[in-house]
């Protein structure tokens, strides 16, 4: 399996300010993945990150409030624009195996807004 | 949309016992996974699905893919008190557009008296 990491792994941001979340991999893989898990909730996928396309978002996600970048096969970054307390979540990256279908998940950046 | 129903929401055992928790979807998955979350963590694969009837174990850990594909099951044997924590079973359906998407089930969170 892949060993993900994320930062910063906790923040707390004022409403209406943006944060940048990081996610490296240690190794090439060709599919990652954004998740939002809200308090209490399960995982739902934010959107697709592709090295050298553009990502594809779920429904209910739109690229002005979550850009993400994917500039090569080991690293990808979410933007979490304009904050309000509602975006208060869990983050969380994945990445897909090359050999399977089995998807990893980085340890998340918990997110809370005042 | 798909959506999947995990059952049940949480459980409270005793030391030693067997836990059973399953999923049911309203259409058909190509690939079952299930995951353990622990509290700050990012979820932890514990097995993984391909094909339909499949039982497939991991030590204490036994999980099977439903013959309709509409379903699977997570069975763990003698439970021990660090098996506490939130269960997330997740299915794709990924067909030729390889896109990797995962649907997760609501979560069971079970807890273990020692």
């Known amino acids: 399996s892949a060993v993900i990491s994320q930062k910063p792994s906790r923040d707390i941001c004022q409403r209406g300010t943006s944060l940048t979340i990081q996610c490296q991999v240690d190794?090439?893989?060709?599919?990652m993945f954004w998740y939002r898990q809200q308090p209490g909730q399960s995982l739902t996928l934010i959107a697709t990150?592709?090295?050298?396309?553009?990502?594809?978002?779920e429904s209910g996600f739109v690229i002005d409030k979550f850009p993400i970048s994917r500039p090569n096969l080991t690293f990808s970054t979410l933007t979490v624009s304009n904050m309000s307390p509602e975006d208060s979540s869990i983050y969380l990256c994945?990445?897909?195996?090359?050999?399977?279908?089995?998807?990893?998940f980085g340890p998340g950046t918990r997110l809370t807004v005042t | 949309g798909q959506q999947l129903n995990q059952s049940p929401q949480s459980m409270f055992i005793q030391e030693g016992e067997d836990v059973s928790m399953n999923c049911t979807s309203s259409?058909?998955?190509?690939?079952w996974l299930w995951y353990k979350q622990d509290p700050g963590e990012g979820p932890v694969l514990l097995i993984a699905?391909?094909?339909?009837?499949e039982l497939t174990s991991n030590g204490r850990l036994t999980a099977q893919f439903g013959i309709t594909r509409k379903d699977s099951f997570l069975n763990i044997s003698a439970s021990i008190p660090s098996d506490v924590g939130i269960y997330f079973c997740?299915?794709?359906?990924?067909?030729?557009?390889?896109?990797?998407?995962?649907?997760f089930g609501q979560g069971t969170t079970l807890q273990v008296k020692p």
């Open positions: 994945s990445v897909e195996s090359r050999f399977d279908y089995e998807q990893y």
């Open positions: 190794s090439q893989v060709t599919m």
């Open positions: 990150a592709n090295q050298g396309s553009e990502a594809t978002y």
């Open positions: 259409s058909i998955f190509n690939t």
């Open positions: 699905l391909y094909k339909a009837g």
């Open positions: 997740a299915g794709s359906s990924r067909a030729s557009s390889n896109t990797g998407k995962l649907i």
